[in-house]
């Protein structure tokens, strides 16, 4: 099992000094973090997924009750702690109203806050398993949904090609068999592939093989493969000149291949998709618009969790639901780029799905612009160069 990990939040460097070294001598197999300020803790709480957040409530700025509310937002399911002044019931009271699953005053019982700290973390990773079971369950029933009428078809066009295998004028039917057979072939391995590539990000050990390219190039060879066959009504806007961006260049074709198809499969026959590139400030942005049928505004966040399907939806002739995982892929990949990946749409008026990815630059020319753009670029998966 992973670490435990724990964020303390204080403004007192000696209490910031203390702690950790109480609870990595009472707690086994734990991390603790620790920062001065409200602001920067947030961004590490988006960053990592904590089993537990200790914050003083009095701190210059943003305070520990505005933190409460801010991580409510983010990160709803970290448990938060809050730290008061001895004597101050009230600002207790409003910590439990807020969201806080406990306080402790100061002085702090290390005893108690060892225990507290204990009891919640068993709690959560305990709500997790519960989760992740019921994800494997959900997972399996997928599965083998998607999987019965690919492996269906398969054994019925082998049949089929059996019979006909003998008769002399069997050569358009067995030509249609193994036509049928291929597209059940395929579409069994899209569904392999999207599982492993899950398992892969779901271990850390899906591995980019990040190196210099031209954003404008990905796109149009991609597009030129996709349009083969599939008429006109594709278009492609894209800037005159290169747009350089670090990147897996099959990775970034999987994403944007996994929203024009998207975009097809959700769309009326021959409804135009536009496919925009452009460079803004220090970003790279891949816009994929259609005007299908849309998404409605409170499933918007869910679409990129891994199963979810949006319920009801018909989907064009010849393509398949799938088990619910492009969109989370391609979100996974698109955050470990450093970059990220949005959506809008309303319903029976299209969607717009936006890849936006920092842009390559050269740290020899300038060393500024590579600094902040290497704050993008950290990720936690296994990051290959060639």
């Known amino acids: 099992m992973d670490k435990s990990t724990i964020l303390i939040v204080d403004d007192d460097p000696a209490l910031?000094?203390?702690?950790?070294l109480v609870l990595n001598l009472r707690l086994d197999g734990i991390e603790v973090h620790t920062t001065d300020s409200a602001l920067e803790a947030l961004k590490l709480i988006r960053e990592y997924n904590y089993d537990a957040v200790v914050s003083d409530i009095k701190m210059p700025g943003m305070d520990g009750l505005e933190l409460l509310e801010k991580i409510g937002e983010?990160?709803?399911?970290?448990p938060t702690l809050l730290i008061t002044g001895h004597g101050e019931h009230d600002?207790?009271?409003?910590?439990?109203?807020?969201?806080a699953y406990d306080f402790i005053q100061k002085p702090i019982d290390r005893d108690y806050l060892v225990a507290a700290l204990k009891q919640r973390m068993v709690q959560k990773r305990t709500q997790e398993?519960?989760?992740a079971n019921a994800a494997k369950d959900?997972?399996?029933?997928?599965?083998?949904?998607e999987l019965k009428t690919p492996l269906t078809s398969l054994k019925g066009m082998t049949q089929l090609l059996y019979r006909q295998s003998t008769k002399a004028d069997s050569a358009e039917v067995v030509s249609m068999g193994l036509e049928d057979m291929e597209r059940s072939l395929h579409r069994m391995e899209v569904l392999v592939n999207d599982l492993l590539d899950t398992s892969l990000i779901e271990t850390n050990m899906f591995v980019l093989h990040r190196k210099r390219c031209d954003l404008v190039e990905i796109c149009r060879n991609l597009i030129d493969e996709y349009t083969t066959g599939t008429g006109p009504s594709l278009t492609f806007e894209i800037?005159?000149?290169?747009v350089e961006v670090e990147v897996d260049a099959d990775r970034i074709g999987q994403v944007i291949l996994n929203l024009l198809t998207n975009a097809r499969k959700y769309s009326a026959k021959?409804?135009?998709?536009t496919v925009t590139l452009q460079q803004v400030g220090y970003e790279a942005i891949v816009s994929v618009r259609d005007a299908g049928i849309g998404i409605p505004v409170e499933m918007q966040a869910s679409i990129f969790e891994p199963f979810f399907r949006v319920p009801d939806v018909e989907v064009q002739t010849g393509s398949h639901t799938g088990l619910g995982l492009g969109l989370y892929i391609s979100r996974k990949i698109i955050e470990r780029h450093g970059g990220h990946i949005d959506v809008e749409s309303e319903p029976e008026n299209g969607s717009t799905f936006s890849v936006v990815l920092p842009l390559y630059v050269d740290p020899t020319k300038d060393e500024v612009d590579a600094a902040k753009l290497s704050s993008h670029t950290q990720g936690v998966w296994t990051i290959a160069h060639r």
Do not use: T, Y
Request: no cysteine.
């Open 16 to 20: 910031l000094q203390a702690l950790p």
């Open 138 to 145: 959900k997972l399996l029933r997928i599965i083998s949904h």
């Open 270 to 273: 021959g409804s135009p998709i």
């Open 74 to 78: 983010v990160r709803p399911d970290i």
């Open 239 to 242: 800037p005159g000149e290169p």
């Open 91 to 99: 600002l207790a009271v409003r910590a439990l109203r807020g969201g």
């Open 129 to 131: 398993l519960i989760e």
